[in-house]
């Protein structure tokens, strides 16, 4: 059962946590974490991509000359796709790209994730982090002692107000409840602060 360090926001010891080998000691799945990052990546794509078939070019439908005797290659409009400024064939057109990925897929990449954080040594879990001011730098006084590195997750359970306000604004900081960590936003990453409660919420719903 793996073990990590439990602080608080001072960054004074205060015990140690063990935590489920089942969620946070599970064997990492590379495959599975691909599939989860990929299917969360296309679900963030707008698809508002659209090109002009030859029926939207701008443009005149007339014949621009008689079929026969003219020596030319026969040709009907100058909205034709093979002329400059024509229609495009078959180009990219608004779609929804976003597709559905199996839930003990998604749990599963969730684990693999969770468990590569712990044995990289990037899981800091914190006994409470309830602020008592929502003040970015009160957020980023009590972040300095963790040495945390280029970018931060903050997960915490539960409706914390001042936290989420507080991380908002400091780049390279993220702020999640425990409900919508993902796989993606783990990997993202490089150092994850979690609550205790998060963690055992977290446990509570990954667990096999």
Do not use: C
Not at 66 to 75: C, L
Request: hydrophobic residues 40%; glycine residues 8%; without cysteine.
């Amino acid at each position: 059962m793996p073990k990590v360090d439990l602080w608080n926001l001072k960054h004074e010891k205060v015990g140690e946590l063990d935590l489920n080998s089942e969620v946070f000691g599970a064997e990492v799945n590379q495959a599975l974490l691909y599939e989860a990052v990929r299917h969360h990546l296309a679900g963030l794509r707008a698809g508002t991509h659209s090109t002009k078939t030859r029926d939207r070019v701008a443009g005149s439908g007339k014949k621009l000359w008689k079929q026969k005797g003219t020596g030319r290659a026969r040709m009907g409009s100058i909205r034709s796709p093979i002329w400059r400024h024509g229609g495009t064939v078959h180009g990219p057109q608004p779609r929804d790209y976003s597709y559905r990925l199996n839930k003990k897929m998604i749990a599963g990449a969730l684990r693999s994730a969770l468990s590569d954080k712990v044995a990289g040594n990037q899981l800091a879990v914190v006994e409470s982090l309830a602020l008592d001011s929502h003040k970015t730098r009160d957020f980023r006084a009590a972040l300095k002692p963790f040495e945390a590195k280029r970018t931060v997750l903050v997960v915490d359970s539960g409706d914390n107000r001042n936290l989420m306000l507080g991380t908002r604004n400091m780049k390279g900081v993220e702020f999640r409840h425990s409900k919508q960590v993902n796989a993606y936003d783990l990997l993202l990453h490089d150092t994850v602060i979690m609550s205790q409660a998060a963690v055992r919420n977290l446990e509570e719903a990954l667990a096999l």
